[in-house]
């Protein structure tokens, strides 16, 4: 079995960071460079998870009509006031989610820990993450 640290550990870290997401939300976003660029430059990726959208080009053209600037003016008047109350009202909903990741996770059964870091890969870590992709579906 994996030990996790249990959903009132998750939540109880969830709810410490609350306070201190904001400030952290504005430093990312000030750190940030050519995002608008980046964005335009992973529309493969984009377009693997968002065909419809892609199919109309609305996303190009939305990014084309703003700047990195811009983004970062927005992100750190709007998102950054808004993160913490919008992480209180979600905490139910986040608990949810977690408890069912944690519970899956938990119910893995994985290889004993070896000197080959590979075979951990295979006997720890992939089954991990099969049962998450499994849970997925």
Do not use: H
């Not at 460079?33 to 609305?58: C, F, H, M, P, T």
């Amino acid at each position: 079995m994996v030990k996790t640290k249990g959903i009132a550990q998750t939540q109880a870290n969830w709810d410490a960071a609350i306070g201190a997401v904001p400030e952290k939300y504005k430093t990312g976003v000030q750190g940030a460079d050519n995002v608008i660029e980046k964005a335009i430059e992973a529309e493969s990726l984009y377009a693997e998870r968002v065909q419809q959208a892609i199919a109309a080009g609305s996303r190009v053209k939305g990014l084309q009509k703003t700047s990195t600037a811009e983004w970062k003016a927005r992100a750190i008047s709007k998102g950054a006031a808004r993160i913490a109350s919008g992480m209180n009202e979600s905490k139910e909903k986040f608990g949810r989610g977690m408890s069912e990741v944690l519970s899956v996770i938990e119910g893995v059964t994985i290889a004993p820990r070896t000197a080959d870091p590979l075979a951990n890969v295979d006997g720890r870590v992939k089954p991990i993450v099969a049962a998450l992709a499994a849970m997925k579906r």
